[in-house]
């Protein structure tokens, strides 16, 4: 009867740590899970707050303001280019979809380069939003 008792013992223990190590394997899983939307919806608040900014500016005579977003560390900057279906873009590790931001001079932005790259310095972006009088469209500069 001892041995029988035993090998029941020995079973619930067994079973006991292959549920402890499922019970972590799901919660470092729901971690992850967790920071990657975080990330996400840090990404999704700039594009909103950054075409919020660009039409205050937009809407007005003329002006100018330093802005400056928080982004996750793995974007590595934050492009604008010439393109007729995105002109932001993010340099990152992850493919991140791009943005058509409205109302935006891109052609001024950009001048005679092909792009311009605001770069991700400690989680942080900044750069000029700026309108003269007269203009219709905002000129973005570093």
């Known amino acids: 009867m ?22 972590i394997a799901f919660g470092i899983y729901a971690i992850t899970k967790f ?22 500016i937009w809407k007005s005579s003329q002006g100018s303001q330093v802005v400056e977003y928080q982004l996750p560390s793995n974007i590595i900057s934050v492009c604008f280019k010439e393109d007729e279906f995105e002109n932001l873009q993010f340099s990152s590790n ?29 989680g942080k972006i900044q750069m000029t939003l700026v309108k003269n009088f007269g203009e219709v469209l905002v000129t973005i500069k570093e």
């Open 94 to 122: 992850k493919i991140i979809r791009g943005k058509m931001i409205l109302n935006i001079d891109i052609e001024k932005t950009l001048g005679a380069e092909d792009f311009m790259c605001v770069q991700n310095i400690e």
């Open 35 to 56: 920071i990657d939307l975080q990330k996400t919806i840090q990404v999704e608040k700039f594009l909103s707050d950054f075409q919020s900014d660009i039409d205050k």
């Open 2 to 23: 001892k041995s029988k008792r035993g090998i029941e013992l020995s079973f619930g223990s067994v079973f006991s740590t292959i549920l402890i190590i499922t019970f």
